[in-house]
């Protein structure tokens, strides 16, 4: 008799078979990222997702109603993780100065650009005219985001270290300047700089712009 052949299955398949609910939601998720990156939103099918990520059509659905669903998921995150990054400057802490502040929330919007740069060229490029309803979800993120910048700005001027302006306009050219910057390096791949010189370029260009010089109290002298 012949030998009974045993077909040995490689440590990929047999790993993806062992997979919690979570991780295959997180593969799943991880290849649309890949996908909608690579051919965008409205190319994208979810064929081209279940491909990518190794499973049957029936899967997807277990865990996702169309390509739209884990569409608005991936955003959702990647919005989430932005919004954490951006911190509340304080401007009574002795211990982090209002400048040392600013650059860490810029260090950590571009970190998480840039570690992020499959779903930051997908918000640049496909978030938009998804449908009415993800318009707005995207636009009150944009608003939440200018509404934390421009309430920052405004406490900033009256403590007298932020220049005077309208602060809703220099919350829309701060965060335009950075968009910009970030399609450039992402979207069209102009630049390698890494996400600690963008943040001191950025800085600098703040600083120049509307940033001041904390006004130091008058010290009282004892008579």
């Keep these: 008799m012949a030998a009974k052949r045993t077909s040995k299955k490689s440590p990929s398949k047999r790993s993806r078979k062992g997979l919690s609910k ?9 290849s649309a990222r890949t996908v909608f990156a690579k051919l965008g939103y409205h190319h994208a099918t979810i064929d081209d997702i279940v491909a990518e990520a190794g499973v049957a059509r029936g899967t997807f659905y277990l865990y996702f109603e169309d390509k739209r669903a884990v569409f608005s998921e991936l955003i959702d995150r990647y919005n989430s993780r932005i919004n954490m990054a951006i911190l509340r400057i304080v401007t009574d802490d002795p211990s982090r100065t209002v400048e ?14 840039l570690k992020e740069r499959a779903m ?11 449908d009415p309803d ?3 979800k995207l636009r009150v993120f944009y608003d939440e985001l200018v509404q934390v910048l421009t309430n920052s700005l405004a406490d900033g001027q009256a403590r007298g270290i932020v220049r005077d302006g309208e602060p809703r ?14 399609y450039q ?5 102009l ?10 370029q950025v800085h600098a260009f703040l600083r120049d712009g509307y940033l001041l010089e904390p006004k130091k109290k008058p010290v009282k002298r004892r008579r």
């Design 191 to 200: 630049t390698e700089e890494s996400a600690e010189v963008l943040t001191e």
């Design 120 to 130: 930051t060229k997908i918000l640049f490029t496909d978030a938009l005219g998804v």
């Design 100 to 113: 040392n502040q600013v650059i860490e929330n810029i260090r950590g919007i571009l970190t998480i650009a």
């Design 22 to 30: 979570e991780e295959r939601r997180a593969q799943i998720l991880a």
């Design 134 to 136: 993800f318009d707005r």
């Design 169 to 182: 306009v220099l919350a829309y050219l701060s965060i335009g300047a950075i968009k910009e910057l970030l």
């Design 185 to 189: 390096v992402v979207t069209l791949g």
